[in-house]
């Protein structure tokens, strides 16, 4: 895998530079590119991610939240193991971002419903409350 | 032998804005940032390809340390294909920084997304993707 190392300094009030690195880096990747079979399908799925966003200008996340991944045939499932919550897709990309639509309408109906949760969703909604701040 | 030990910050930025675009530049005197042929979409005549971007993001809500990282990823099969370091300091939770990742040629394997992620302290902040089409 070529892999392209630019350091990038970002101060603020400073101007942010991103020089190459080094450019037998950048030669190295044109290289691969030519000498490259990329119709490999290995598929590569990370084990877990710490996920800091939501995408929904709502809410905001202050804690980050431990998402496993695991793939079934060719889908992926990621899932928020403290939420008990589960996102699918083709890809990682994609089960990130149902998930993240699954943890958001949790949020919401246990915030409409939190005065007559039981005990498992009123263990989950607490835990949403350390992770998650409405704006 | 010393060793520069940061302590990171725990608050997570929030990634306001992130775009790929074909040039971006800094105003030296102003710091203002102007991007040109913003895109998310490219059609290629054959792949393998390979093709030069900047990738523009502004965070707010960030204070102290970060390490900073880019990652550009092809969506349909995970692979890292390149990537971008960097350090972010901020003493005020209030202001908004903007910043320009200037990538050399990047690789296009094959048809498909392919994701510029941003990740602060190993936390995921969001991402922006570009689309690449087979010319028919």
Not at chain 1, 43 to 68: A, Q
Not at chain 1, 94 to 120: H, M, W
Not at chain 2, 109 to 129: D, K, M, V
């Amino acid at each position: 895998m070529p892999r392209t190392d630019i350091k990038v300094q970002i101060q603020k009030e400073s101007q942010p530079l991103a020089p190459f690195r080094d450019e037998a880096n950048n030669q190295y990747l044109i290289d691969a590119l030519k000498g490259r079979n990329y119709h490999s399908q290995k598929i590569m799925t990370p084990d877990n991610i710490l996920l800091g966003t939501l995408r929904d200008g709502r809410i905001r996340v202050i804690t980050p939240i431990k998402v496993n991944f695991t793939r079934e045939g060719k889908h992926v499932i990621a899932e928020a193991v403290e939420l008990d919550e589960f996102g699918f897709g083709d890809n990682t990309s994609e089960a990130i971002v149902d998930l993240q639509r699954a943890i958001t309408e949790l949020y919401f109906n246990l915030d409409k419903e939190r005065s007559r949760l039981g005990i498992d969703l009123k263990r989950i909604w607490d835990i949403l409350q350390e992770k998650i701040l409405k704006r | 032998m010393t060793q520069d030990k940061k302590t990171y910050s725990n608050v997570i930025p929030v990634l306001v804005a992130t775009l790929v675009c074909d040039v971006a530049t800094t105003d030296p005197s102003t710091r203002k940032k102007s991007l040109i042929g913003v895109f998310d979409r490219i059609t290629v005549g054959e792949f393998p390809t390979k093709r030069p971007v900047s990738v523009y993001m502004k965070v707010t809500d960030a204070e102290g340390e970060y390490k900073l990282e880019m990652r550009y990823i092809q969506c349909d099969t995970g692979k890292l294909l390149a990537g971008a370091d960097g350090e972010l300091h901020s003493k005020d939770k209030l202001a908004s920084i903007d910043m320009i990742v200037h990538f050399p040629p990047v690789p296009i394997p094959e048809e498909g997304r392919y994701e510029f992620q941003i990740w602060a302290n190993n936390i995921f902040l969001g991402s922006t993707f570009i689309d690449a089409i087979l010319r028919r």
